[in-house]
């Protein structure tokens, strides 16, 4: 690995190894513990300050393992390791930011689904963006309603990239043909 970069300002390092496996998750485990952290580290533990750590949630759903006694490692662990480090802090305030974003788009999403019929019966076939139990804004939508709300938000002064505060952005559909829309992801910017 070449320039590792630590999200909170660590120093780059060059480990000159390469750590490959056949299990993502033993695989992890073992890059975490060679740069010096607990691959079964919980929350509020480096590098894992303000989110939950993947490596060990993947391993309680069964992904692959985390435990040293469980993965076969081929090979020395070097002793000089590339230690991980953390620098003062990447700007707690976008963190606490994204964390109250996070719990508003959730409570909006919980209330859309707590309320669907009402919104069905309001906006059925349309695309809605809601910021706590208020729409923002609603428009009919295609096959790119994405690249639609986009249009709808910017000819509504809106600036997305400024004002992404917890919108939850959804098509408006009854419960039964939820199921029957394809998985799809799309980005309009």
């Given amino acids: 690995m070449r320039r590792l970069y630590s999200e909170w300002g660590g120093d780059p390092v060059t480990s000159k190894i390469i750590i490959a496996g056949n299990n993502a998750v033993a695989t992890d485990a073992t890059a975490a513990r060679f740069m010096g952290v607990d691959p079964e580290a919980g929350r509020g533990t480096p590098p894992f300050i303000r989110a939950d750590n993947h490596i060990r949630l993947c391993a309680e759903v069964g992904l692959g393992s985390v435990s040293e006694d469980e993965i076969d490692i081929i090979g020395e662990m070097p002793v000089n390791r590339a230690p991980y480090s953390v620098r003062g802090g990447a700007e707690p305030d976008i ?21 669907r019929d009402r919104y069905v019966n309001q906006h059925a076939g349309e695309a809605i ?3 706590d139990e208020e729409v923002l804004f609603s ?7 994405a690249k639609q709300l986009g249009a709808i ?3 509504q002064g809106l600036n997305l990239a400024d004002m992404f505060y917890g919108m939850f952005c959804k098509l408006v559909v009854p419960e039964e043909a939820e199921l029957d829309l394809p998985y799809r992801a799309e980005i309009s910017q």
Wanted: aromatic share 12%; with cysteine; hydrophobic share 35%.
């Fill in 95 to 115: 963190f606490s930011t994204m964390e109250k974003n996070r719990k508003r788009v959730s409570r909006s999403a919980v209330h859309f689904f707590e309320h």
């Fill in 139 to 145: 428009a009919p939508v295609d096959e790119d309603y």
């Fill in 153 to 155: 938000a910017k000819g």
């Fill in 129 to 131: 963006c809601l910021l």
